[in-house]
């Protein structure tokens, strides 16, 4: 492969190699018995001059002569003699020159001596160049290999052997494939046969190193190498050198998982998902195996007890590893003796270097032990979650089979993006919490249940938000109302969580008594408007730090129907809120386009009523926006799902608004806003159970309305309410006759109550009082407010309605 200096000088050849070298042969007395070409050319004296002559007398200045006495004598006593001496050229002037002596003996036991010499310039970088060699590979810090053409290796120095254990001769005449493992074998050598192919040098490549007598430690080293050539350009191999650089690469490594732990924990609100995020960040540059355990209580979103007592459920286990003794969602039973334990309880850091798992950590039983045994856990580090100085649960990371143990560096770097995990699980466990309460307020603002009502049959869903930004303020309602009729309401208040829950409570608690005004629907939404803006100005004016501006109601969507089961007659309002659908028992769908309003809570654009008629059996579909954006935002789809839906519907009511979620909402996923549904099958009440007359305002008109009362009562064999039904009918025709203008209206419903109502063209709303002793009147409404279970007015644009109901009687 040449000389050693070939690969470290700028004059690669050894000066005194033949052909670069001055040579001369003395006898025994210092004559000068043999003379070469190059010693003339370096000295100026030719052959025929020298040869012949004491080479003191004709090479050495008379100043210069002490020195090489000296010289000659440490040659004649050693046998040799290697230096630097001045010597005189032919022309005059001393010349530098290194020498290197050696006695040859002849046959006749006669002694000759041959000398090389060199200039002295060469001869000093020769030697600096060898003794940077020797340092190379004898004393330098930084490996140093050497591969010859076919790949082996020639010499590795002392850092090699230092480094990976192995004596310096160990690798030689091997390939690194011989003594590196597979994988790390395979890319070292095509990166020596990439230099050595195409002369391109490696500069500082980090590749991992492991040895096959120790697979188990890890060795990162950075590489460098170049290929050596010859002067004639022939090529001699490649050279490499080799730094470890473990402890760097470990402490970046360790850097990039706080960086990664700081990207990928806590990305959702979600307990279990961010146990599962700490789990897997976990494995990907610290364990081999990663188990999340909390306590209970944590996993529900409430308080962790005092102590940290309890039981531990394993939440997350990575990588999901079926020998591992206890899988998700299972609960860890613990005894005192173990790292856990004593982790829990001490809320410190526990690092176990070496150890072997052992069963008396756990209350397990034969099967799980020899599961767990078989996993070859060697070392392993527990850290508490602990965030705003509550004890969450412990992440047991481990470490098996030819993992290298566990370091001091690696529990730091454990604890110290655990301590971030437990604050991210925390605010998932708190955020929890307020999603359960809000829930919790939620359900138990809107209607359990849907009563069987004359007017409609009734499904409903509620679906909540999951995950950020939480519960939303979605609700419904069916509100009976007077005459057989049912008011059908959808809204959505702006905002999330608690605030937003209640908040809708406000509204649909106004909504109930607005409706039990039996106002027309757009005059409800037009007073719910007011209300939204008002419940705004007093939230802004109350923003003294209790409030924050996301808490605050900036608005709602409403949609208020009522349905008429005797006429069919349906009337809606809207503001800002998704359009209603209605497909009627032949199978047409429709999406109605009532006039939008804009949102409640924005005030200063009037509200418009929608009227229609529907026929009996008719499905009405109520929904809120997060039915149609549940699937991608794709409303147009989710619209067109809907209606294939409504166009063949499930036998029963509560099957179709089953089927209506299933064919919106994505599988296996949950929605992230509010969704409420509210599906109204229409009823018509049979003509036999409405009775109404004309009555003409006559003294006489309470009368007739008594007879035609008890006739009526009579032929519905209600002939026991017929006595209470006419006082009743005939105060109200009497109110009319004194008060109103016009003819009046008697109607008598029979439905799950008895129904009697009087309509005039009077908007005069009668009221109830109590009358003196002394008054001659006053005390009809009296008579009838004790006599009915319910009554009260509602207006018409023609004038108003007084009704009354009565139970009927056991059947």
């Known amino acids: 492969m040449g000389t050693p200096s070939m690969l470290f000088s700028e004059s690669p050849e050894d000066p005194f190699a033949l052909g670069r070298g001055a040579s001369a042969v003395l006898d025994d007395h210092g004559t000068v018995v043999g003379w070469s070409t190059r010693a003339q050319e370096l000295l100026g004296y030719p052959a025929k001059e020298v040869i012949g002559r004491a080479w003191q007398d004709l090479l050495i200045d008379a100043r210069d002569l002490a020195v090489a006495r000296d010289a000659a004598a440490d040659a004649m006593s050693t046998g040799g003699w290697f230096g630097v001496l001045p010597v005189r050229h032919r022309d005059g002037r001393r010349v530098e020159m290194g020498f290197r002596a050696r006695v040859v003996t002849r046959d006749a036991g006669s002694r000759e001596w041959l000398l090389v010499g060199a200039p002295a310039a060469e001869v000093i970088a020769w030697q600096r160049d060898r003794a940077l060699l020797d340092g190379l590979y004898h004393r330098s810090p930084i490996g140093l290999a050497v591969h010859s053409p076919d790949m082996t290796v020639i010499r590795v120095n002392r850092a090699v052997e230092k480094a990976s254990g192995v004596p310096a001769a160990a690798p030689v005449g091997r390939r690194p494939r011989e003594f590196l493992v597979d994988e790390d074998a395979g890319p070292a050598e095509e990166r020596v046969r990439h230099v050595l192919e195409t002369g391109e040098p490696l500069i500082f490549t980090e590749q991992s190193a492991r040895a096959r007598h120790d697979p188990g ?184 089979r030819h993992s290298e143990p566990f370091e001091d560096d690696d529990a730091a770097v454990a604890q110290e993006f655990s301590s971030r995990a437990a604050v991210c699980i925390d605010n998932a466990r708190r955020f929890t919490q307020q999603q359960s309460a809000a829930l919790t307020l939620q359900r138990s603002l809107l209607p359990s249940a849907a009563s069987d009502l004359p007017a409609v049959e009734v499904a409903c869903r509620y679906l909540p938000a999951s995950g950020e930004p939480g519960i939303g303020g979605d609700w419904f309602d069916v509100i009976p109302l007077s005459g057989a009729r049912v008011a059908l309401v959808v809204g959505d208040v702006v905002g999330h969580g608690i605030h937003a829950a209640a908040s809708m409570g406000r509204l649909r608690a106004a909504v109930r008594t607005l409706a039990s005004l039996d106002l027309e629907p757009d005059e409800v939404v037009a007073r719910l408007d007011d209300l939204v803006s008002l419940l705004a100005t007093e939230l802004e004016a109350s923003a003294d730090g209790n409030w924050s501006a996301d808490e605050q109601v900036l608005g709602a969507t409403c949609l208020y129907a009522v349905y008429d089961p005797v006429s069919r007659h349906c009337s809606l309002a809207r503001a800002g809120h998704p359009a209603p659908v209605v497909s009627t028992p032949d199978g047409r769908v429709t999406e109605l386009d009532p006039p939008a309003g804009p949102p409640l809570g924005l005030g200063g654009l009037p509200f418009e009523t929608y009227d229609l008629d529907l026929p009996e059996g008719s499905l009405l579909t109520l929904y809120t926006n997060g039915l149609l954006e549940a699937r991608n935002g794709d409303i147009d789809a989710a619209l067109e799902n809907l209606h294939e839906c409504l166009i063949h519907p499930a036998e029963t009511l509560d099957s179709t608004c089953h089927a209506v979620v299933e064919a919106l909402l994505p599988k296996d996923h949950l929605p992230t806003d509010d969704i409420a549904l509210l599906i109204a099958r229409t009823r018509v009440l049979p003509p036999q159970n409405v009775a109404s007359w004309q009555l003409p305002l006559e003294a006489t008109a309470a009368a007739r309305a008594r007879e035609l009362t008890t006739a009526k009562l009579t032929e519905w064999g209600l002939a026991e309410l017929a006595f209470t039904t006419e006082l009743v009918a005939s105060e109200l025709v009497t109110n009319s006759y004194r008060y109103a203008a016009g003819p009046v209206t008697l109607r008598l419903i029979r439905t799950q109550c008895l129904i009697c109502e009087v309509s005039d063209t009077s908007h005069t709303s009668p009221h109830l009082r109590r009358a003196l002793s002394t008054d001659e009147g006053g005390r009809g409404l009296f008579l009838v407010a004790q006599l009915t279970e319910r009554w009260g007015t509602r207006y018409t644009h023609d004038g108003k309605t007084v009704w009354t109901e009565q139970p009927l009687p056991p059947a």
């Open 217 to 400: 430690r890890e060795r990162i080293v950075s590489v460098s190498a170049f290929r050596m050539e010859d002067s004639s350009g022939r090529v001699l191999g490649v050279a490499e050198t080799i730094e470890d650089v473990t402890d760097r690469h470990r402490a970046r490594r360790r850097l990039t998982l706080l960086n990664e732990a700081s990207a990928r924990i806590g990305t959702s609100l979600d307990v279990s998902q961010t146990a599962r995020e700490l789990a897997e960040v976990a494995v990907h540059g610290l364990a081999d195996y990663c188990s999340v355990d909390l306590l209970k209580p944590v996993t529900l979103g409430d308080e962790p007890p005092p102590g940290a007592a309890g039981p531990l459920l394993r939440v997350a286990l990575s990588p999901q590893e079926r020998r591992v003794p206890f899988q998700e969602g299972e609960v860890i039973p613990l005894l005192p003796e173990s790292p856990q334990a004593r982790c829990l309880f001490e809320r410190r850091t526990v690092l176990e270097r070496l150890l072997s798992l052992r069963p008396e950590w756990y209350a397990m039983d034969r099967r799980r032990i020899e599961i767990a045994l078989g996993l070859g856990v060697h070392s392993l580090i527990v850290v508490p979650l602990v965030a705003r100085g509550l004890v969450l649960g412990i992440v047991s990371l481990w470490r098996a």
